[in-house]
């Protein structure tokens, strides 16, 4: 498995690289952190590769609990394809809703409260201090 995962890993690796060689001159400081992160990515996969493992009696147990993570795995996958339609803050906030709901949590105030918290410092970090543009969907441009 970490063979596996180590392989993914340098395929990712060589992903950043390319995708960072294609940016534009302006973002020259962007892309050398994406070359940083590669680099970084490469030889952390490198060493997985090379490693010695435990013995294959050795029992790993990926998933502590399945039904959380298929939860997740499909709130996500829903997440990314609803941030186009409805926007980046109105479908993070109902990502955040549901999947604490969906994992157990089930106090409402502190479910609104966590993600009322988190929305706001986005907004004001990214948006409005960064000027970073967030998908806005349906609410405008």
Known sequence: MNRLFAVGGLG?????FLGANSF???AAAAARYIFF???????LSLILLVQKTASPDSHVRWVRSPRNFSIAIVLIAAYGILIPYLGFFPASGLFMIILS???GFRRPF??????????????LTFVHFLGVPVPMGIWGE
Request: no cysteine.
């Open 12 to 16: 990712l690796a060589v992903a950043l």
């Open 24 to 26: 534009p001159d302006r």
């Open 37 to 43: 992160l590669a680099g970084i990515l490469a030889v």
């Open 101 to 103: 709901w969906g994992l």
């Open 110 to 123: 502190f479910i609104l409260l966590g993600t009322g918290l988190i929305i706001g410092f986005v907004y």
